[in-house]
């Protein structure tokens, strides 16, 4: 790709609650584009970027699509690399892995649902990694569809500055086109063309008013980011041109300032071709992202690249897919330089060279080959050996760390076990391929029972794991109760002096600490082992230091109770002392693993169980029920809201242990009218009744061996 050409790439997503039609949107997209002729539906199974048998056969998007595509905007051709994520939370990491690697966004609404609690997560997801975006309200064709009060709900949920560019002409089923703010005209769709014809006309008599109070709502928004802008609309607003205005737009939008609202009906093929134009419009290119920072894995400092083919390479590694004709299949975004078919680059993360056999630029799951992928490009490459989620690629004479990905933790798993024992190793190779290609699936072997445990973000996400097993490693497995990722705490602090002596004829051992063990404090934010060194007078030498944080460290993996991790825990090293022959640094680690047990003992050791938020939409005439049966499972109900149309929407924390089947129950309730959504919250504690009991389970799990 031509240098020049950089401002007219666009890598884009599409993010939003389950259901709000994202992918129904990117087939639009495609269609529209010219690189499919005909338009798939999840419904049907057809869908291009829903490619998986799963995907098709539960009309939901499971992993991150990418596609690449070209669309023509105000005389220029434009290339747009699009991923379609999932709307599922058990999938989030397919969403945080794109939003990391891409330089904007279409946060799509359904018109009816407006801000659900997945909106949310994905929303805060594209804060952290600084990714601009536009709005998009789709199934405004739906009964109860409201274009501002989505807008509202923006405003008041997300703490988002949403700013509408179109109004809306008709709603629900008379919806038939938008009024474009900037422009000032009426875009309305032709049904008989599938919407790839529409015509430009006056704005209707009935909708001119509203559209000049919103049009002057909207000017007054950008001024505020635009001082030309500001001083014509203050003097004579009439005099302002559609250039200015989307050049203001433009850079409040890539300031992260506001957030340029459309709506249409993607399935009823209205408002695509205006989403595209404005997506072209106001979203940043690789240039206006600019440089990427890392920094060098040989001395610490950082450095900054260029979005330029001339500079060092540098590219992220961020999704790795098992496809069954080319093997082993590595999506990567590259920040600077190029990478070529056939050529080396350097993995920052490993050390080692690895060789780039073939490259693609991909349509969904099909791989169209190309020679290069230069700066500001998606891609993928077949031919690494060793390569994780996350990795940097880069030139070796100039090596470089980019910020990696942050995956949450995994909150339930299930046993597993072939159902024949021939099935073994394929067991174990179909795992170990599945957990590579996703950071959020784990796999271990429980030390005490010898089985092999699979975990990860929820039922459904398991479920897909094991369903993959079966068709594409032919594994069918038997599967155990699912069993919730539980943790341990303390709660006092423990003031503890550990000796560690070993004399067994020649050099000994000897490490001798005084600590105070206890929780961490409540500023310390990032959680893990809080470390503070007290020591004075070098009782301690200062090489030993590093291996009693290491021996807690590593001890934090084990709780006291029954073996479940310690997400936190405070250590002051206070004083000690060593012998100057058989002190070293493995004693020093040995005696702190030996102070953790002692002291987590005695410091008020508890169980902490995860507490997931839940969002219930259940008709008026079942609350009760769905209330009742929450209570039931130790759920707190933190709030209930009406919606527009006319359901509730009851809202509250829950146990993760008390929802396995939860879905079954709830159709069960409400004959099957209610929909629920839920995502991770947080770690609590657990009453001394539940905590036994579980303790128990433990224990008999690995009395039964």
Known sequence: MAKQDLHLTRNIGIMAHIDAGKTTTSERILFYTGLTHKIGETHDGTATMDWMAQEQERGITITSAATTTRWKYDGDTYKINLIDTPGHVDFTVEVERSLRVLDGAVATYCAVGGVEPQSETVWRQADKYNVPRIGYVNKMDRSGADFFEVVRQMKDVLGANPCPIVVPIGAEETFKGVVDLIKMKAILWHDETMGADYSVEDIPADLLAECEEWRDKMLESVADYDDSLMEKYFDDPSTITEEEILRALRNATIQMAIVPMLCGSSFKNKGVQTLLDYACAFLPSPLDTGSVTGTNPNTGEEVVRQPDEEDKTSALAFKIATDPYVGRLTFFRVYSGKIDAGSYVFNARSGKKERVSRIFQMHSNKQNPVEVIGAGDIGAGVGFKD???GDTLCDESAPIILESIDFPETVIGIAVEPKTQKDMDKLANGLAKLAEEDPTFTVKTDEQSGQTIISGMGELHLDIIIDRLRREFKVECNQGRPQVNYKEAITKTVNLREVYKKQSGGRGKFADIIVNIGPIDPDFEQGGLQFIDEVKGGN?????????????????????????????????????????????????????????????????PVLMEPIMKLEVVTPEENMGDVIGDLNKRRGQVEGMESSRSGARIVKALVPLGEMFGYVTALRTITSGRATSSMTYSHHAQVSQSIAKAVLEEVKGRVDLI
């Open 540 to 604: 301690i030498p200062k090489e030993f230091i590093p291996s009693v944080q290491k021996g807690f460290t590593s001890a934090m993996k084990n709780g006291v109770l029954a073996g479940f991790p310690l997400d936190s825990l405070k250590v002051t090293l206070i004083d000690g002392s060593f012998h100057p022959v058989d002190s070293d640094q493995l004693s020093f680690e040995i005696c702190a693993i030996q102070a953790y047990k002692n002291a987590c003992a005695k410091a008020g």
């Open 387 to 389: 390569i994780r989620t």
